[in-house]
């Protein structure tokens, strides 16, 4: 096995754990150098990307969704409805 084949292995068995978690609140999130706080959970969410969209609705945050935007192709059917 090479050496990127192992690590790719080891992230991708760990990233389920790790993206399983809760959230605590306050929650700071470094992106590129730059710390972005967040006191509560969001009220509403913006998704850029339909498989972003289509996570979201999956994870029940429909209630949250105040836009979209890319999508390439219709929506999946059992998503249909959180649009309307």
């Known amino acids: 096995m090479t050496r990127f084949s192992l690590i790719a292995l080891l992230v991708l068995t760990a990233a ?3 993206m399983a978690a809760p959230a605590d609140y306050p929650l700071t999130i470094d992106n590129c150098g730059h710390e ?4 509560a959970r969001p009220e509403n969410v913006v998704s850029i990307g ?3 969209t289509e996570i ?22 059992e998503f249909a409805d959180e649009n309307d």
Request: no cysteine; net charge neutral.
């Open 56 to 77: 979201l609705y999956a994870s029940g945050q429909a209630d949250r969704m105040a836009g979209t935007a890319l999508w390439f192709n219709a929506v999946l059917p």
């Open 36 to 39: 972005l706080t967040f006191t």
């Open 16 to 18: 389920p754990a790790a």
């Open 50 to 52: 339909q498989a972003t």
